[in-house]
């Protein structure tokens, strides 16, 4: 029989008995298969659109799904919240972040699934630009008497009423151009769109630069988390602006967007984005990469599918462009039971010392707010003409609990990744210089890394990691009477 262990140099026929009490190496740079977008929680014509736009782009759907949310939410924050149980109100905008690799087809993906915000943009823009017109024709008007006004003055009295006049007349209300949704801007620049809009506005974005913004990556390494915190929970925000401080009540940012894993990585490194709970409002997804896995002669997709979902979510989006004050949505009795119900099932996982989602505590906590803007994001969507005037029902709530255990697996691999940061790198490079031994000592692996461990304390932190993951073990030394070295040896198994 041929020795299993040839192509690991340094091992013999000999050692091959010592492997039998070895397990298996967990490795570092994976992690276990993680759910598929749930696409059949949406409605047949946003269903239809996502699986058809994943075949076409040769992209996972939690992709186009991630961005479905997204752009019911463009169509609903700010303008719609659900009433879950006594004053507890959730607003129906949501922060979602997708991590996909360059070159895997986010772009096209995009323009796909958010035409319907640009082209509804367009139409309310083209709706009120004859108003604008009008006003900004009575404001010059205004302004001209108010001049003359001041030229004819002949006392001080005359003087002032026409400065009122002019005052009056800077100041009339001109209605603004509609702003849904903005793609590569500064946090400020945001917050400035966002009040002139009403208290509402989207970030879509299929780089993900506004969130390499907002964790300070540009500036000078300070988060700008302001708009993000507020803008989430719909906190008061105030700001400063044209010489004037202005208040939004309920301000209302939505969040689409992808980002690189490797940002993943970067956030770790940025305590301020997990002391403040800007993380815990994201609903991170983790597909699967499928570069070099894609059918490249795909199936389109299909004209009828993709004019239903654009005239649908435009109505829908359009529908609810004049609300001021949000529609109140309500749960019916057996959607606030099941609520409760999925409440009670992640109270227990929350526990220090024995729930499951210790680690994600503060991104877990949110969840049940987080399944109940889902709930009501998919009622509309079903609802897309009367769904202010009706109840979100049991079977919907269901749908969105499926939702929100997607997230809560993807949300593990997300921070995990986070969590990782800057172990994953020390214990690759320790199994690199590892290589081909089949032991060493504590010494020689210090004297061999000393460039990248300066003390022997991190090492020990990267060595103990390596042990826990099966990829070595420490060996009993006999005595000689002097002090034993601690020796490693190096599972056989590779990795």
């Not at 190496?25 to 977008?37: K, Y």
């Not at 100041?171 to 903005?182: H, I, K, Q």
């Not at 400063?240 to 690189?260: H, N, S, W, Y």
């Not at 509309?380 to 609990?401: C, F, H, K």
Request: proline share 7%.
């Amino acid at each position: 029989m041929s020795n299993p262990f040839d192509h690991v140099p340094g091992f013999t026929a000999e050692d091959v008995a010592s492997t039998d009490d070895w397990e298996d190496p967990v490795p570092f740079d994976t992690r276990a298969e993680l759910p598929a977008f749930p696409t059949d929680v949406f409605p047949g014509y946003i269903a239809e659109m996502v699986r058809g736009v994943a075949e076409e782009v040769q992209v996972p759907e939690d992709l186009p799904g991630g961005l479905a949310l997204a752009v019911l939410a463009t169509a609903a924050g700010g303008r719609a919240e659900v009433a879950v149980r006594g004053q507890w109100r959730e607003p129906l905008n949501l922060m979602v972040a997708i991590a996909m690799p360059p070159g895997s087809g986010k772009s096209p993906a995009f323009r796909s699934m958010l035409d319907p915000v640009f082209t509804a943009e367009k139409v309310l823009k083209e709706a009120i630009e004859e108003k604008i017109k009008e006003v900004e024709k009575q404001q010059r008007k205004a302004m001209a008497r108010a001049e003359a006004s001041r030229k004819r003055a002949k006392n001080p009295e005359e003087v002032e009423t026409a400065a009122d006049a002019a005052r009056m007349a800077e100041e009339m209300d001109v209605p603004v151009l509609p702003r849904l949704s903005a793609d590569d801007i500064t946090p400020e620049t945001a917050t400035s769109l966002l009040v002139e809009q009403g208290g509402r506005l989207a970030i879509l974005s299929a780089e993900g630069t506004f969130f390499e913004v907002i964790m300070g990556r540009y500036t000078s390494g300070h988060p700008n988390l302001e708009l993000v915190l507020k803008g989430h929970a719909g906190d008061r925000l105030v700001v400063d602006r044209r010489g004037r401080k202005e208040f939004v009540e309920r301000p209302a940012l939505t969040m689409g967007i992808c980002l690189q894993p490797q940002l993943l990585r970067d956030i770790a490194a940025k305590r301020q984005m997990h002391g403040r709970g800007a993380l815990a409002r994201v609903l991170f997804a983790v597909p699967p990469d499928m570069v070099g896995w894609r059918n490249l002669t795909p199936n389109l997709l299909d004209q009828v599918v993709l004019d239903r979902y654009r005239d649908t979510v435009m109505g829908l989006i359009i529908g609810l462009s004049d609300w001021t004050d949000p529609a109140v949505v309500t749960l019916t009795p057996g959607a606030l039971k099941l609520h409760t119900e999925w409440r009670e099932e992640l109270e227990p996982r929350l526990r220090r010392g024995s729930g499951d989602l210790e680690n994600l505590q503060e991104w877990a906590a949110k969840l049940p707010g987080h399944t109940a803007r889902l709930a009501g994001l998919l009622h509309l969507a079903e609802n897309p003409t009367r769904g202010a005037q009706t109840s979100i029902s049991e079977d919907t709530m269901g749908r969105a609990v499926e939702l929100a255990r997607y997230y809560i697996e993807h949300a593990m691999a997300a921070f995990g990744v986070m969590r990782a940061h800057p172990l994953l790198e020390d214990a690759q490079a320790v199994l690199k210089w590892i290589g081909e031994r089949k032991d060493f000592t504590q010494r020689e692996a210090h004297r061999g890394m000393h460039r990248r461990f300066k003390a022997a304390g991190d090492l020990m932190t990267i060595l103990a990691l390596l042990e826990q993951n099966g990829y070595t073990r420490r060996t009993i030394e006999p005595s000689t009477g002097g002090r034993k070295p601690t020796r490693y040896e190096v599972n056989p198994k590779g990795w």
